[in-house]
């Protein structure tokens, strides 16, 4: 019994060793892959509620390893949180969204940002010089938060939102309803755009629970004067349901996935005929 106690404790040691080297070997190629410009981009259109026209597309890193395939952001972005990489690698997204919004001229392009870039201090500055960089005028950048924000150092993030609001950067509430978001934080949050978490579109189907919450979500944020989003539109019954309900933007499969720079000029000639 002692020993295959021990050969279980040695079996349990190896793997959990193993674990913490290939995560560090993939935070290791994670690094190479920002400072080598092997990123990229993806970007999901946003049209607006009456369906003719695109008015905003939404930036999704993208990461393709070289002998693991494509990797999920929802597995390397907490990686780079967890290991100090998120800085670089949202700056990076930033700047190849900047780069790239030269384009689109009349599109906004929202940027995903993680709390602990918001945390930085040099955090505007850099979203000012990029902007600069690429001759973005300040208006075209939304900018995506999750609930997670609120979670530390209330004070600072505040502070960095209202600087990055005043010149005219948008400010968008990500994934609302799916956290821990308190509804004072609404008022407290100088937030222009609220998108409603999809998990409140997916239970959609089951009844109207789901309905009534989506109802309610858009009439409290046109009440507080932001913008509403739908996102994770997959089905027409849903579309029809959030431009009944007054939903400003609609972005989801049924539009669009997000799509590579070629596929997306594709999508933009043929929306522009509809
Ligand atoms: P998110 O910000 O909520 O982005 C929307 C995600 O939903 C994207 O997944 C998109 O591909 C997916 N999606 C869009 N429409 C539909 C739909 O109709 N149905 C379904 N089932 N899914 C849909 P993706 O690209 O895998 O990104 C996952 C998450 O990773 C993002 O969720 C965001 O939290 C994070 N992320 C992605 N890129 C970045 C980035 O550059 N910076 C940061 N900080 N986070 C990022
Ligand atoms: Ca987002
Ligand atoms: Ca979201
Ligand atoms: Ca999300």
């Known amino acids: 019994a002692k020993a295959s106690g021990r050969s279980r404790w040695s ?6 060793q193993e674990q913490v080297l290939a995560k560090d070997k993939l935070s290791r190629e994670l690094r190479h892959a920002i400072d ?7 970007y999901q259109p946003q049209i607006s509620h009456d369906g003719r026209q695109v008015t905003s597309l939404e930036a999704l890193a993208r990461w393709r390893h070289p002998e693991m395939g494509a990797i999920s952001p929802v597995r390397f972005i907490p990686l780079a949180e967890e290991t ?21 001229p009349h599109l906004t392009i929202a940027v995903n940002v993680s709390p602990s870039q918001f945390k930085h201090p040099r ?26 924000v609120f979670a530390s150092d209330e004070h600072a993030i505040l502070t960095a939102m209202k600087r990055l609001k005043d010149l005219g950067v948008k400010i968008a509430l990500d994934d609302f309803g799916s956290g821990y978001s308190s509804l004072s934080y609404l008022r407290k949050f ?25 109802k309610t979500i858009i009439a409290l944020g046109k009440a ?13 019954e849903q579309l029809d349901f959030l431009l009944e309900n007054g939903c400003d933007r609609i972005q989801g499969y049924f539009i669009a996935v997000p799509l590579t720079r070629p596929r997306l000029k594709e999508f933009l000639v043929v929306h522009a005929e509809d």
Request: glycine residues 6%; hydrophobic residues 45%.
């Open 36 to 42: 080598n410009d092997l990123l990229d981009v993806a």
């Open 123 to 148: 955090f505007v500055e850099q979203v000012l010089e990029t902007l600069e960089t690429f001759s973005i005028p300040p208006q075209r950048l939304e900018i995506e938060v999750t609930e997670s």
């Open 190 to 214: 100088p937030f222009d755009t609220l998108k409603i978490d999809r998990c409140f579109l997916t239970a959609f189907d089951d009844g109207a629970e789901a309905r009534a919450i989506v």
């Open 224 to 236: 507080l004067g932001m913008e509403i989003v739908g996102e994770g539109v997959e089905t027409i």
């Open 11 to 16: 079996f349990f040691s190896s793997s959990m």
């Open 84 to 104: 100090g990489l998120i800085n670089d690698l949202g700056m990076w997204i930033l700047r190849r969204a900047c780069r790239d919004a030269d384009q689109w």
